[in-house]
């Protein structure tokens, strides 16, 4: 299993540009979620989706859309692309929504917004 | 505001020591959870620590929870070079599983 994989490993954009993070999981879970981290702010949760055909917002959902077609792909949109979004972006997926099951989380997108 | 605050921010010990990290939370928990991240990875799942236990062990890992208070510690014994890593803990405010919420992290690094 390749667990969580997200791409690209990098990413630069100018203001105002879009893109998508992509994020796979080959564990056929239930849950997937997107975060950003910056420094000195740990992890903060953008979407996340209990099923295919469903997402629901966390805490800072602002500029970003997700959509859920497959039970294992979890795309993040950036519709146009501001220096605030500059982060490192983590998918994470659980196997259900027992809140004893862990998260696991992929290695992350580093995105850069001038 | 933050919940899930981890103390120290930062701490630095010698490779055999013992590093002990806190966490604060705000909300009644379920559960707690503690996740190690190395540098330019993602996030580890640690250990789960449950709301009617006390204490909790994984190899040289000691979870203690003290819900009077709204903390829970994590102990690395004998710890080696190789632990150098940021230690979060996890609470889930929604209560529903659905949004699990981190701290900002402990950078805990094991001097050789």
């Known amino acids: 299993n390749a667990g969580v994989t997200q791409t690209p490993k990098f990413q630069v954009l100018k203001t105002g540009q879009s893109m998508t993070l992509q994020c796979a999981q080959d564990m056929n879970h239930e849950y997937m979620s997107w975060y950003r981290q910056d420094p000195g702010m740990g992890l903060r949760l953008i979407h996340y989706?209990?099923?295919?055909?469903?997402?629901d917002q966390g805490e800072v959902p602002n500029g970003y859309n997700v959509s859920r077609s497959t039970t294992e792909d979890f795309p993040l949109r950036l519709l146009s692309a501001a220096p605030s979004q500059t982060s490192v972006y983590f998918c994470?997926?659980?196997?259900?929504?027992?809140?004893?099951?862990?998260?696991?989380f992929g290695n992350g997108t580093r995105l850069t917004v001038t | 505001s933050q919940q899930g605050e981890e103390d120290p921010q930062a701490l630095s010990i010698q490779e055999g020591e013992n590093a002990t990290m806190n966490c604060s939370y705000k909300t009644s928990i379920n559960n707690l959870q503690w996740y190690r991240q190395n540098s330019g990875r993602g996030l580890v799942h640690l250990i789960l620590i449950r709301s009617n236990e006390r204490e909790k062990h994984s190899g040289r890992l000691r979870v203690t929870l003290d819900t009077s208070k709204k903390s829970s510690s994590l102990l690395i014994t004998a710890s080696r070079a190789a632990d150098t890593a940021s230690y979060f803990c996890a609470e889930d405010l929604s209560g529903s599983a659905r949004q699990l919420t981190f701290g900002s992290g402990t950078q805990l690094t094991v001097l050789p």
């Open positions: 994470a997926s659980r196997r259900d929504l027992s809140s004893r099951a862990p998260l696991h």
């Open positions: 989706s209990v099923g295919a055909g469903i997402t």
